[in-house]
């Protein structure tokens, strides 16, 4: 197969576009236009995408692969543009008022560029899961069936201040045959500008449509209510953010949408874990990068462990502000200061070098304790006590559970997906990380030789 798709006529419209140039949103991300302009907006953005989603599902592997590594080699070249656009908005942010956690979500830099571009590269580097066959059989008629993937079609994203989720849905979004409607939050208005101009521009070059990607910031939120109403023209909308924003698209969408869930995530420490272990993987698992998802926020320690005073010290050295039940209290090291916690800090996200810390009994409350708490991201034990382990396992119904090893890894870079649009906390469809697999569906291919039902 060649890298050559021949359109029709009508496609051909999708080389104009009035997403570039389009109205700037005011002041608190509402939209200068009136009601009915901005639904003739959307829903012409939705159009456009699903016509060049039809092109976009029709490109070969190479054909997306080469775009994925033009748009790495686009964002390397025009990093300073993107870095620039980057400081404008954390400047906006700072003058108001942003919390550190969310301004470290928002912050590019080089290093973080270079991630986007690894990501893109490992993209290009996997299987394109576009007809790929899920089963297949000949029936005893002789009826040849098969169930392959296929691109959903137009997927839509809800997010707020994460410019790198831009690249990693587009990313996504190409190789796995679709085209993709962003709408990135105003926080992040001039970096996500940036970004969005570089891969349509990157798109075009490479003989895509640019339509193929798309944005409706310019309409700010009422842009977004319209988007998630758009039911026909968008096939699946993703949120991505905190519980307000994610509970928002739930409840207002008829697009159908794959939940993504805040992360108040747990370790338990049984009374196994070996000590050197627990600083490290807990260490990792908070300080890190506090802002994100995949970060701890409560920390339950088996009554018999021995690992609370050296986590506590380390924590305390990183600037860890730790809310502690009475027992943990009472076993803190001198010179390790905590505040009381409550009902609160047991269900808080945090998202900031804050952590609540209880002590349990042992494996049951700690399970306990996480089932009447869990948001469904990610749980994990440390331990050497393989029936532990195992049961944690088992009995743990969360997208992601971890043995030994830092909560961090629940992302889909680490677990080898290249990139993802989210992580699922839902049951259906898609859970967990979701990469190119989890922005397909599948079709039934039936073939015959003119037999008929009796």
Not at 245 to 267: A, D, F, K, M, R
Not at 348 to 359: C, F, G, K, P, Q
Not at 375 to 404: K, W
Not at 411 to 417: A, R, Y
């Amino acid at each position: 197969m060649t890298d050559t798709v021949h359109v029709n006529a009508p496609d051909t419209a999708i080389a104009e576009s009035s997403t570039v140039g389009a109205p700037v949103p005011s002041a608190g991300g509402q939209s200068a236009l009136a009601p009915a302009e901005v639904e003739a907006a959307v829903h012409a953005i939705g159009d456009r995408a699903r016509v060049a989603s039809r092109v976009v599902a029709r490109a070969n592997r190479a054909w997306k692969d080469r775009a994925l590594r033009a748009i790495g080699a686009a964002l390397k070249e025009k990093e300073a543009q993107i870095l620039a656009a980057n400081a404008e908005d954390i400047e906006a942010g700072r003058s108001n008022g942003t919390s550190k956690a969310l301004l470290d979500r928002l912050a590019l830099t080089p290093a973080r560029i270079d991630g986007l571009v690894d990501a893109l590269e490992t993209l290009a580097g996997l299987p394109d899961p576009v007809g790929n066959v899920v089963r297949g059989q000949t029936l005893p008629n002789g009826l040849r069936v098969r169930q392959i993937n296929v691109p959903m079609g137009v997927v839509a994203a809800i997010y707020e201040a994460r410019p790198n989720v831009t690249v990693d849905i587009a990313g996504l979004a190409l190789k796995s045959g679709n085209a993709a409607i962003l709408r990135g939050g105003s926080a992040a208005a001039h970096t996500n500008a940036a970004l969005l101009e570089i891969l349509r521009d990157t798109l075009d070059s490479v003989g895509l449509p640019a339509d193929a990607v798309q944005s409706v910031d310019a309409y700010g939120r009422e842009g977004a209510a319209v988007l998630m109403k758009a039911r026909g023209r968008v096939d699946v909308l993703i949120p991505r953010g905190g519980r307000e924003l994610i509970q928002n698209v739930v409840l207002n969408s008829t697009v159908p949408v794959i939940e993504t869930g805040e992360g108040n995530v747990h370790v338990f420490v049984d009374a196994s874990a070996d000590p050197n272990m627990a600083v490290d993987i807990l260490l990792n698992a908070k300080t890190q990068r506090p802002s994100v998802c995949n970060t701890v926020e409560t920390v339950l320690v088996h009554k018999d462990s021995t690992v609370l005073p050296d986590v506590a010290r380390a924590l305390a050295e990183r600037g860890v502000r730790l809310h502690v039940d009475g027992r943990t209290m009472a076993a803190l090291p001198e010179g390790v200061g905590a505040e009381a916690a409550t009902d609160h800090d047991w269900a808080t996200e945090y998202m900031d070098l804050e952590l609540a810390v209880a002590t349990v009994d042992g494996l049951d409350e700690a399970i306990a304790h996480i089932r009447r708490w869990t948001t469904g991201h990610t749980e994990a034990i440390i331990t050497n006590d393989l029936a532990n382990a195992e049961r944690f396992i088992a009995e743990i119904d969360s997208a992601a559970v971890m043995v030994n090893a830092s909560t961090r890894f629940t992302d889909g870079g680490e677990l080898g997906l290249g990139a993802e649009v989210g992580i699922s906390t839902q049951k259906l469809h898609a859970r967990g990380p979701m990469g190119l697999a989890e922005l397909t569906t599948t079709k039934w291919i039936v073939q015959g030789e003119g037999q008929t039902r009796a």
